[in-house]
């Protein structure tokens, strides 16, 4: 038997399980703790501070009082071989301690007890050993794994995009429908005119019937010959729509300056959930609304330059989006995105991404090749020497004229109010993750793909890559992973 533990959210599962069989059971505890190290598993999904789930200890101790006694036991054997195995670290031992100074640290738990962690992208789950779980990975390394995310393609693709389905059926048949890793059969099609042609011709049809999806819920007229460039997420800062919104707002003011300037007819699609209590992320939330009535109504815009925000984004609105979408946007700061999904949804549909090496990025990289994405920013060791060296956000606003100018518009233009500054102040005071280090790499990378969108089979091609790359994100890959690396399960023979 096998009980995964998917996140820190059901950590209680374990001091339950050995409470059922110490006093339901009769068994002893050597036998029971046996049992539990032998069963559980856990799955780490984030490096955020915040998702490491403590609890008051005087809390906890009132409302499960038993569960409290077994976890304080956990502890105090678990403390005594830290101590021992570290030869009387008393300093790792407090690190690595299950309750502490007053609060139950669940992820501890999770990982004492355990006899698989495993974060959800390789860069993800060296990150864990190295700074999160790092006095657990040193004395305990033979825990530490990875299984990099998938996602359930018979949706994100059969389902959500039957005329990319049939093409891909016409061509390789249906066996990739219970074996993604056959969309690799498809690379020989990359010299095809017909086919990148064919291909073409689906986007654009998905796209126009989006626009009509725009059109009915925004009101906003989008031109379906323009870049469909979509950022999806949850609204984080750790993601960086800010990035992408301080680029539009400075695009918008060089059209300004420059309203004959020959550029690619572009359309930004963003979709966002906030938390409640996320006030920050609700200020963002406006800005990206408020730079996006100036631009969408000016008339020397036309429709060269369009900026939607999706109302509710859920599933239901991401399947009729991602097969429309052209650019995926995967621009978290390195180092902090675990993994993402909606970068592999967004390429099996054929978007390319234009991302940082963040998360599963990396993996998507190793299966196109940078040459079929576009990549740009620091990598996690740029971002940690800086950190080292010290960060100084306004020095990028010092030394880059667009900068300047947009944050300067943000605090004294005519579209500026008190949530705008907020931002400004944000940006220039404190940016917690480096929007303006990475800013002018990532302007020059939209630059980039822009020249490369007026060649539409040099980006057919790509997107057909992408597309043919994107079988090892598949969910049954990570699935066969869980079940023979951890859960000793191997398939059923037919
Ligand atoms: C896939 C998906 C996500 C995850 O997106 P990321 O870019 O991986 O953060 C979030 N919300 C919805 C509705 C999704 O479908």
Redesign the pocket.
């Known amino acids: 038997m096998a009980i995964h533990l998917n996140d820190t959210h059901p950590v209680l599962a374990i001091p339950e399980f050995m409470r059922i069989l110490l006093d339901e059971c009769g068994y002893g505890w050597d036998h029971a703790w046996d049992l539990a190290i032998r069963t559980f598993a856990y799955t780490n999904h984030t490096v955020m501070q915040e998702a490491l789930e403590c609890w008051a200890e005087d809390l906890f101790k009132e409302r499960l009082p038993r569960i409290y006694e077994i976890v304080c036991e956990i502890n105090r054997r678990f403390c005594e071989d830290v101590y021992n195995l570290t030869g009387g670290n008393q300093d790792m031992v407090n690190r690595m301690s299950i309750v502490y100074n007053g609060v139950v640290k669940m992820a501890n738990l999770a990982v004492a007890t355990s006899h698989s962690v495993n974060g959800v992208s390789q860069l993800h789950s060296e990150i864990l050993k190295e700074t999160v779980f790092r006095d657990f990975y040193h004395i305990m390394p033979y825990k530490f794994k990875n299984v990099t995310n998938g ?1 359930a393609h018979r949706r994100w693709l059969n389902q959500s995009n039957p005329k990319l389905a049939d093409f891909i059926t016409g061509h390789i048949g249906d066996g990739f429908i219970t074996d993604a890793s056959q969309l690799s059969r498809l690379l020989p099609l990359t010299d095809d005119k017909a086919a990148l042609e064919e291909l073409g011709r689906i986007k654009l049809a998905n796209k126009e019937s989006f626009a009509r999806y725009i059109q009915k819920h925004n009101g906003i007229t989008v031109n379906p010959n323009s870049i469909f460039d979509v950022q ?3 609204l984080h800062e750790y ?1 960086r729509q800010l990035l992408n919104a301080m680029n539009i707002l400075v695009t918008y003011q060089k059209l300004k300056a420059n309203p004959n300037m020959d550029m690619v007819p572009h359309t930004w699609i963003f ?1 966002a959930k906030a938390a409640p209590g996320y006030y920050f992320a609700k200020e963002v939330i406006q800005f990206i609304h408020t730079i996006g009535n100036m631009i969408n109504n000016d008339p020397t815009v036309g429709d060269r330059m369009k900026v939607v925000f999706l109302e509710n ?3 239901t ?2 399947e009729k989006l991602m097969p429309a979408a052209e650019v995926s946007q ?1 621009i978290s700061l390195a180092g902090t ?1 675990a ?5 592999m ?1 967004l390429m099996i549909n054929g978007a390319l991404t234009l991302g940082t090496l963040d998360g599963a990025n990396v993996e998507i990289c190793d299966a196109v090749g940078r040459e079929n994405m576009f990549l740009f920013g620091m990598t996690t060791p740029d971002v940690e020497s800086l950190k080292r060296f010290g960060y100084r956000p306004r020095n990028y606003y010092e030394h880059n004229p667009d900068l300047h100018a947009a944050i300067d518009s943000m605090m004294y233009g005519s579209f500026s109010n008190m949530h705008i500054k907020n931002i400004a102040d944000s940006l220039l005071n404190r940016d917690p993750y480096m929007v303006l280090a990475d800013f002018a790499d990532y302007a020059a990378a939209q630059q980039q793909l822009a020249q490369v969108y007026r060649d539409p089979m040099a980006w057919n091609r790509k997107s057909l890559i992408n597309i043919a790359g994107a079988g090892v994100f598949a969910a049954d890959r990570s699935i066969y992973d869980y079940a023979t690396t951890i859960w000793g399960a191997g398939p059923v023979s037919k």
């Not at 993994?339 to 970068?343: H, L, R, Y």
């Open positions: 996602i999806v997420k949850r993601k979709g984004y859920r599933a609105v991401a995967q995105e993994s993402g999904t909606g970068n949804k």
